[in-house]
């Protein structure tokens, strides 16, 4: 997962669009929620909320940049959350935290 998100995808332009094969955005939003609070997450919260679908509404950019945990590894915020600080320790905690919810 590490290497898919961070490695391949994030090498891709930032105005990349993301088109995932199913609707991520609300159950992320969930979990975002209890691991980041920032303006980005709350926008984000509000959109996922107001709209049905929406895939293909963000790009690479937003998300490696501003709410999506899973590619946020080294941002203290999300290490703090995780009490992690290595790139695959905190990937693998962010995991385990949002299978248990």
């Known amino acids: ?30 979990f975002l929620t209890t691991v980041l609070q920032n303006d980005a997450v709350k926008s984000l919260e ?6 049905r679908e929406t895939q293909g509404k963000f790009t690479i950019g937003d998300e490696k940049k ?3 945990a899973f590619m946020m590894l ?11 600080t290595a790139p695959v320790d905190v990937m693998g905690k962010l995991r385990e935290m949002k299978n248990n919810m």
Not at 1 to 30: C, F, Q, W
Not at 46 to 51: C, H, I, L, M, T
Not at 74 to 80: R, S
């Open 1 to 30: 997962m590490h290497k898919a998100l961070n490695e391949i995808l994030a090498s891709l332009p930032d105005d990349t669009r993301v088109y995932p094969g199913h609707e991520y955005t609300k159950s992320n939003v969930k």
């Open 46 to 51: 509000s959109f996922a909320e107001n709209n």
């Open 66 to 68: 501003k709410h999506n």
């Open 74 to 84: 080294e941002d203290p915020a999300v290490q703090k959350a995780t009490g992690k």
